[in-house]
């Protein structure tokens, strides 16, 4: 059974959901306007299918950190069966070298897609972000393979001691490639003014089509886990719109709950957090699994790949 723990959080959040909306101005939109904004306080039911994102790999943890952490193309591929069986609609994917260090390298990004593909029909989201310190034409040659999703960071943030450069100019750059190669952008958002930059990116005609959101929160030197700061975000997003949550290190559990509750989609995986419980190391598919678990208990049915291709108006690849 779900912990009460999990339970008393979504009710002190549909709680907050209600005060804020009896705060909102005369004349806010609709909830046909922005139906996650709503979504808290009906039925789990009425609300589109949870997609869950598996962030498989990332760029910083390494097999000390934890020796579940999926590093060669084979064992990225497993890793993603797993996380699909488990109830994962989209593989968030980096790759590392024959060292274990960080790449964006084509080659080993086509192993990786090759692997993943043999096994399961899971969506392949690819990362532009790379590790910090890459080039730009260095973070984008995944994206030269078409895979049918990939991250588009909009706007530079402190990652810790290290800073995340993405100036507007190589922001755009990507958002071409992107369209060249008919890749949809997830738009990657660290602090609030990305959300911004990528609605000036579709204004201005770098992005078209479906629009989706991922709020990565709990970075040191991005924007904090909280509700209040969530509240926000989902509030700037255009009719139409979807959003994913990510909760770094001992925020993934409480977003991801949130983003269940709140009608959003959410992200957990080694990337992000490498612990189950305090002292606990976890596997992705166990931390995939725990999120399906929490979403069934709330009677928010899983999309699988193919339903979550639809939610997020991807052609079949």
Same mark, same amino acid.
């Given at each position: 059974m779900i912990s009460e723990t999990v339970r008393g959080l979504a009710r002190?959040? %549909?709680?907050?959901?209600?005060?804020?909306?009896? %705060? +909102? +101005?005369? $004349?806010a939109p609709p909830p046909t306007a922005n139906p996650w904004v709503f979504g808290a306080i009906i039925s789990m039911k009425t609300m589109e299918k949870l997609i869950i994102t598996a962030a498989l790999v990332g760029a910083e943890v390494t097999r000390e950190d934890t020796p579940h952490l999926p590093v060669t193309p084979e064992e990225i591929g497993e890793a993603a069966a797993q996380a699909w069986e488990a109830g994962a609609a989209i593989a968030h994917i980096h790759v590392r070298d024959e060292t274990?260090?960080?790449?964006?390298?084509?080659? &080993? /990004?086509? !192993? !990786?897609?090759?692997?993943?593909? +043999?096994?399961?029909?899971?969506?392949?989201?690819?990362?532009?972000? $790379?590790?910090?310190g890459m080039?730009?034409?260095?973070? %984008?040659?995944?994206?030269?393979?078409?895979?049918? @999703?990939?991250? &588009?960071?909009? $706007?530079?943030?402190?990652f810790g001691s290290e800073v995340f450069m993405n100036p507007?100019?190589?922001?755009?750059?990507? !958002?071409?490639? @992107?369209?060249?190669?008919?890749?949809?952008?997830?738009?990657?958002? #660290?602090?609030?003014?990305?959300?911004?930059?990528?609605?000036? &990116?579709?204004?201005? $005609?770098?992005?078209?089509?479906?629009?989706?959101?991922? #709020?990565?929160?709990g970075v040191p030197g991005g924007m904090p886990a909280t509700a209040r700061h969530l509240l926000l975000l989902i509030d700037q997003l255009p009719k139409g719109a979807t959003w994913t949550v990510a909760g770094i290190g001992r925020h993934q559990l409480p977003m991801a709950a949130l983003g269940i509750t709140l009608g959003g989609h959410v992200r957990v995986g080694l990337e992000d957090n490498? /612990? /189950?419980? +305090?002292?606990? %190391?976890?596997t992705n598919a166990q931390l995939v699994a725990r999120v399906k678990r929490i979403a069934g208990e709330l009677e928010r049915d899983v999309a699988t790949p193919e339903e979550a291709r639809q939610l997020l108006g991807l052609g079949e690849k």
């Amino acid at each position: 059974m779900i912990s009460e723990t999990v339970r008393g959080l979504a009710r002190k959040h %549909l709680q907050l959901f209600r005060e804020w909306i009896s %705060l +909102k +101005k005369e $004349g806010a939109p609709p909830p046909t306007a922005n139906p996650w904004v709503f979504g808290a306080i009906i039925s789990m039911k009425t609300m589109e299918k949870l997609i869950i994102t598996a962030a498989l790999v990332g760029a910083e943890v390494t097999r000390e950190d934890t020796p579940h952490l999926p590093v060669t193309p084979e064992e990225i591929g497993e890793a993603a069966a797993q996380a699909w069986e488990a109830g994962a609609a989209i593989a968030h994917i980096h790759v590392r070298d024959e060292t274990g260090k960080p790449s964006q390298s084509r080659d &080993l /990004y086509e !192993a !990786a897609i090759r692997e993943i593909r +043999k096994r399961c029909p899971i969506i392949v989201q690819v990362s532009t972000g $790379g590790a910090v310190g890459m080039s730009p034409e260095e973070r %984008l040659q995944p994206v030269s393979l078409g895979p049918e @999703m990939a991250t &588009l960071t909009t $706007g530079t943030v402190n990652f810790g001691s290290e800073v995340f450069m993405n100036p507007l100019a190589e922001i755009q750059f990507f !958002a071409e490639e @992107m369209m060249r190669y008919g890749v949809r952008p997830e738009f990657e958002i #660290f602090d609030t003014g990305m959300i911004g930059t990528a609605l000036g &990116l579709v204004r201005d $005609g770098w992005v078209t089509g479906h629009l989706h959101f991922d #709020f990565v929160m709990g970075v040191p030197g991005g924007m904090p886990a909280t509700a209040r700061h969530l509240l926000l975000l989902i509030d700037q997003l255009p009719k139409g719109a979807t959003w994913t949550v990510a909760g770094i290190g001992r925020h993934q559990l409480p977003m991801a709950a949130l983003g269940i509750t709140l009608g959003g989609h959410v992200r957990v995986g080694l990337e992000d957090n490498i /612990y /189950y419980r +305090k002292g606990e %190391l976890a596997t992705n598919a166990q931390l995939v699994a725990r999120v399906k678990r929490i979403a069934g208990e709330l009677e928010r049915d899983v999309a699988t790949p193919e339903e979550a291709r639809q939610l997020l108006g991807l052609g079949e690849k």
